[in-house]
């Protein structure tokens, strides 16, 4: 396990254990949305910002990753849908964990919406995932969220438990997850998930003090961090909004800190 708790370490801050990770897998799912066009400066932003890894898929590297800002961890997205599927909460494997190390990345992710019609293969692949990533020391993100037609709200705090447990019994090192709108609430999914938690960002929120408020709370609960994309990389100022968030997960910052930081709107 050497090479996975030295890989892990180029993701998670070693000092706090804790992480910053910003996907950018948001292309294939619904396009060349605003933030994910110039990807060098983003990502750029980002790691100068503060955050501990970026999140992609393998044809977004060669356009982005490291250029001329400090480094930064690389996460390779390993599953992936469009929106303009019929199937979009069927995540289907598009890279494998061969194909990670041979790009060089520190660590992968997967993808799976528990409750879905397909979620007999997500499982299926979330396991055959992890056994590799076990064999080559590979650390191993799970995006697990509770989607699918009998799924009321996939904010509910027993369904979000659920999905996150799914994804440490079937092997996942971090599990990203939906937070659910309380420290109480969330403090029950942190503790039946048993592996560490970083939460979703979710759809772009009104405001700068709600991200910053959600992020807090979520590490009163006992969260590890956070896996926010849309909030950070169409922020009007990028690498503020990153270096906010970091100050608050990294450094134990108040949320008033970092809004003196970033200028809260």
């Known amino acids: 396990m050497y090479g996975k708790s030295i890989r892990m370490e180029r993701i998670v801050d070693r000092r706090t254990g804790n992480c910053v990770i910003?996907?950018?897998?948001?292309?294939?799912s619904i396009g060349p949305i605003e933030g994910l066009v110039d990807m060098k400066k983003t990502v750029?932003?980002?790691?100068?910002?503060?955050?501990?890894?970026?999140l992609m898929h393998k044809g977004l590297i060669r356009f982005s990753h490291r250029t001329s800002g400090r480094d930064i961890g690389l996460?390779?997205?390993?599953?992936?849908?469009?929106?303009?599927g019929v199937t979009s909460n069927c995540k289907t494997l598009v890279a494998s964990v061969d194909e990670s190390l041979k790009i060089g990345a520190d660590a992968v992710s997967v993808h799976v919406n528990v409750g879905a019609e397909s979620e007999a293969?997500?499982?299926s692949d979330l396991g055959m995932i992890a056994e590799d990533c076990a064999d080559w020391g590979?650390?191993?993100?799970?995006?697990?969220?509770?989607?699918?037609?009998?799924i009321v709200d996939s904010y509910d705090p027993v369904a979000v438990?659920?999905?996150?447990?799914?994804a440490t019994e079937l092997g996942a090192d971090i599990v990203k997850c939906s937070y659910t709108g309380d420290v109480k609430t969330f403090e029950k999914v942190v503790d039946g998930a048993l592996a560490p938690l970083v939460i979703a960002g979710g759809p772009k929120m009104k405001s700068d003090l709600d991200i910053l408020n959600m992020v807090y709370d979520s590490l009163q609960a006992g969260g590890k961090g956070v896996s926010i994309g849309r909030n950070i990389f169409q922020h009007q100022?990028?690498?503020?909004?990153?270096?906010?968030?970091?100050?608050?997960?990294?450094?134990?910052?108040?949320?008033?800190?970092?809004?003196?930081t970033l200028g809260c709107q």
Do not use: F, W
Request: glycine letters at 6%; aromatic letters at 2%; a negative charge.
């Open 161 to 166: 438990a659920h999905a996150a447990r799914v």
């Open 237 to 260: 100022d990028v690498e503020a909004m990153t270096r906010a968030i970091s100050d608050i997960v990294l450094r134990g910052a108040t949320v008033k800190e970092a809004c003196q």
């Open 22 to 28: 910003v996907p950018m897998d948001h292309g294939v």
């Open 121 to 123: 293969v997500m499982l």
């Open 44 to 54: 750029d932003d980002v790691a100068n910002g503060g955050a501990t890894a970026v």
């Open 75 to 84: 996460i390779l997205h390993l599953s992936a849908s469009t929106d303009l």
């Open 138 to 150: 590979m650390p191993l993100i799970a995006m697990a969220y509770p989607r699918g037609p009998k």
